[in-house]
């Protein structure tokens, strides 16, 4: 079978809709369980839109462990945006031939 730029480019699409696929189910399942925690947190029995004080909680957990997060997810997330910005310019290269 010989290797054409079509079966590239192709191949080179298929690659980034894997990616950009794995991106929305990691995202979905992140905000899954946001809504899940969220919604536990707040259900309170006979009561349609409950009121929460949060004037006493201390929110200095929550933001260390973003911060801590932050320097591990963000060459995750780079890395992934060049493969696609590469897969794209190498697409567009081959449709240019």
Do not use: H, W, Y
């Amino acid at each position: 079978m010989a290797i054409t730029k079509m079966n590239i480019a192709k191949g080179l699409e298929k690659a980034r809709s894997i990616i950009d696929k794995a991106s929305v189910a990691v995202g979905s399942a992140a905000m899954g369980l946001a809504t899940v925690s969220m919604n536990a947190f707040a259900a309170v029995e006979g009561v349609e839109n409950p009121t929460i004080d949060l004037s006493g909680v201390n929110f200095d957990g929550l933001v260390t462990a973003i911060t801590n997060a932050v320097p591990q997810v963000l060459p995750v997330v780079v890395t992934v945006v060049g493969i696609r910005k590469a897969i794209s310019f190498i697409i567009g290269t081959i449709r240019g031939c």
